[in-house]
């Protein structure tokens, strides 16, 4: 029987992989005894380990190379083909329904998720990482699966600050959790494998509206070394054009690193009120997003971003 090649299995060959920790994966070298591998990326010599894997972290937006060498204990070596992947902060949230006539991959997408701790069974999202949520307190119970079954990253609560309807009966998404409920529940998401966000408000902790948040971020019985990143949701009506991204950089992401020095994800943001209805309109959103995106981009402790506006009608 033919030996398994010796490659490099993750991330796929000029694929793209979601920025910040992802691991880099090998199948064992065969023909000897392998004394200790070394992974290469970009031509520098970045680990030497026994283990066929490695996490490697980076939110610079790129084209890399890896490969991995072989060292043996009889003094030999081998390397695998040297590959090349792109690292993209860009994901896609949509559900089930949103989700069946897109196709992820021919859109530039690194990673998604669908506000579930289930993935899309649709064969165009196979190949993707899928983000596990536990959307609210009743979704608990899907911790363990996501656990075992070895997610990178798991987010929790989606918009806890928020009721899941309005007053005039109206969805509007939020998985109305109290705060104090969140705080002593805390200890079922942590000392986990997966890299954890902490819940995801849907107002911003550096707003005067935030209390949420720094209500939960400022108890002692929340351990603040569990929230490895921090999801940050932003509809806001004065967001349009350059000068409204800007805006967003500043009093959403920079203002949020700001107070806890975490790296940051924004799982859902869009303008609002800025309508897609007529030519003035379009160039505003526009705008917008090529500002919005350059700026998240360069933004080091930026690790992953997805726009969610999913009705161009809509407002």
Known sequence: QAAQAFEITAPANNGLIGAGCF?????????????NYKLYIDGQLIATTSDTSY??????VKMYTAYVTAEYNNGTSKSTETITFGVTKKGLCANEEMARYL?????????????????????????????????????????????????KH?????????????????????????V???????????????????????????WDSGTWFRTFMDSDLVDKSTIDF????????TYGGAAGANTFLKEV?????????KPIWITEFAVSGWGYSNASN??????????????????????????????????
Not at 164 to 173: C, R, W
Not at 184 to 194: M, V
Not at 253 to 261: G, S, W
């Open 282 to 315: 379009r160039k505003q959103v526009e705008a917008f997003l090529k500002t919005a995106i350059e700026g998240l981009n360069k933004r080091s402790y930026v690790e992953r971003y997805s726009w969610f506006s999913f009705n161009t009608t809509d407002n």
């Open 23 to 35: 691991d880099i994966k090998w199948s064992p070298a065969v023909g000897s005894s392998v004394k």
């Open 230 to 237: 921090i999801p940050l949701h932003c509809y806001y009506g």
């Open 103 to 151: 196709e992820p991959v021919e859109m530039n997408m690194g990673w998604y998720y669908n506000w579930a701790a289930y993935p899309h069974t649709y064969e165009s999202y196979k190949t993707m990482e899928y983000v596990p949520m536990i959307w609210g307190t009743g979704n608990e119970g899907s911790i363990s699966y996501v656990a075992e079954n070895g997610y």
């Open 180 to 206: 104090n409920t969140a705080i002593s529940h805390w200890y079922k998401f942590a000392g986990k494998s997966y890299h954890l966000g902490a819940p995801a408000p849907a107002l911003c902790p550096a």
């Open 154 to 178: 798991l987010l929790a609560y989606n918009e806890p600050d928020m009721p899941m309807y309005d007053a005039n009966g109206n969805f509007v998404g939020g998985s109305n959790v109290d």
């Open 253 to 261: 992401v920079d203002a949020t690193y700001n107070m806890y020095h």
């Open 55 to 60: 996490e490697y972290y980076t939110t610079n």
